[in-house]
């Protein structure tokens, strides 16, 4: 187990934030949000990006709104049923436009796009952990009375409160209730965002935070852990007893909060996410499918260890984790990793929590060194290899660019047929024979 500081006394949760809006993003039009013609969507907004857009006369700004109103009427049914008063349900949308400068994240995520180490490089940061190391001296109680009630490792709930907005520092500027409606009315998840805009409405009327101060992502996603509505109603808790489950501006609300989703997803009591470890020489990934959950100790057996220099657990099993092939730090992660999975379902992601969690709690930087002079994939030749993996007939779900575990069995499966070191990394190198392939 890893060494873990002493926890100390509690402070009072912080004063209610009012964040500016994020600056610096690439805004695009709610049209390259839908992913939609203006013809198709009903909207005439401009689908092109530009430095300073010419502002619209308000006629035209009337026409391209036209049908948003009719679709907030046509809401109130739904927003009654769920407890909703004609009251709340007015002052909300009193005066409301669709908001146009929504931003094109939802398919250019970091954890996405970028190779993982440079991913990591950017989400672990020294200071990231410095102010993890300081959230873990000053909100201590609550976090190991968190972990008591949970069985969650305080550490990764300080490492997600991290990687979500900085522990705080950058929660969203956006108004909730504006953006879900928005893509509600006009993206290619109509159905998703209504729901949540629903579920939104039922936490206004229910009183655990005002209109005003529900702040969050361009998305919906609130507070110091950005909740989605649905999942602020199946897992926020309000530990500090004010009768308000409030994960904004109380972090003893969000912290709780956040290690009762993770329990709720499953969690182990007194695991921890994994471990890195050194392979064997010679060692042939081949024979060990990446899902595919062993003992410790049977592992141990094959030669792996460690990088630690500690023994393996003697209980306790996981799988074998290799996001840049053998070339890579390789990992043995337990279902706990995937827990943490649940809470954005990119291995990136994940291995940024995991890391940056044992960093919080004293462990050094990772010992394996990653392959940073390969040349990572365009999400273009990701796809690419997608469908050629498709047509010779490996099943790749959804072709989307993103290279995540079903992509990499079917990598594995090529390369096995091939005779090629089956470590699932997709390379250029795999992209030109995946090409020539028949």
């Not at 043995?332 to 969690?357: C, D, E, H, R, W």
């Amino acid at each position: 187990m890893r060494g873990r500081p002493q926890f100390f006394e509690i402070e009072p949760p912080l004063g209610r934030r009012n964040p500016a809006a994020n600056r610096g993003q690439i805004v695009r039009t709610l049209l390259l949000v839908a992913g939609c013609t203006a013809l198709a969507c009903g909207l005439g907004f401009n689908a092109t990006a530009r430095a300073a857009p010419a502002k619209r006369p308000a006629a035209a700004e009337a026409r391209a709104d036209a049908g948003f109103m009719p679709f907030i009427a046509a809401l109130w049914p739904e927003a009654q049923a769920r407890g909703v008063s004609r009251g709340l349900f007015d002052q909300v949308f009193q005066n409301m436009t669709p908001d146009a400068s929504l931003l094109k994240q939802h398919t250019s995520q970091a954890e996405f796009i970028k190779p993982i180490w440079s991913y990591l490089t950017g989400a672990v940061t020294p200071q990231r952990v410095a102010t993890g190391q300081e959230m873990q001296r000053r909100y201590g109680q609550v976090l190991a009375d968190a972990e008591r009630r949970y069985g969650v490792d305080p550490y990764v709930v300080l490492a997600i409160w991290g990687m979500e907005t900085s522990y705080g520092q950058f929660t969203g500027g956006k108004n909730v209730v504006r953006s879900l409606a928005t893509l509600a009315y006009g993206s290619n998840r109509k159905d998703f965002f209504r729901n949540e805009l629903l579920i939104a409405l039922t936490i206004l009327q229910q009183g655990h935070i005002s209109y005003g101060d529900m702040k969050g992502s361009w998305a919906g996603a609130m507070g110091q852990t950005q909740f989605m509505p649905s999942s602020f109603m199946k897992h926020a808790v309000d530990y500090d007893g004010d009768g308000h489950k409030n994960i904004w501006t109380s972090i003893p609300d969000a912290i709780a909060s956040t290690a009762n989703y993770l329990a709720d997803y499953g969690w182990q009591r007194g695991m921890t996410w994994g471990y890195e470890v050194i392979l064997p020489p010679g060692f042939d990934p081949g024979l060990h499918e990446p899902q595919t959950n062993r003992s410790f100790s049977q592992w141990a057996s094959l030669g792996i260890r460690r990088a630690d220099g500690q023994g393996m657990p003697t209980g306790g099993e996981g799988s074998l984790f290799l996001p840049a092939g053998l070339r890579g730090p390789a990992f043995l992660i337990t279902p706990n990793f995937k827990v943490i999975k649940s809470y954005n379902n990119s291995q990136a992601y994940a291995l940024g929590v995991a890391v940056m969690s044992d960093r919080i709690a004293g462990a050094p930087s990772l010992a394996g060194k990653w392959p940073t002079g390969d040349k990572p994939l365009s999400t273009a030749q990701a796809m690419e290899i997608q469908r050629h993996l498709h047509r010779l007939g490996f099943d790749v779900g959804k072709i989307d660019g993103k290279i995540g575990e079903q992509v990499q069995t079917a990598i594995r499966a090529f390369q096995k047929r091939r005779g090629l070191t089956a470590d699932g990394y997709a390379t250029a190198s795999l992209l030109e024979q995946v090409r020539a392939a028949r």
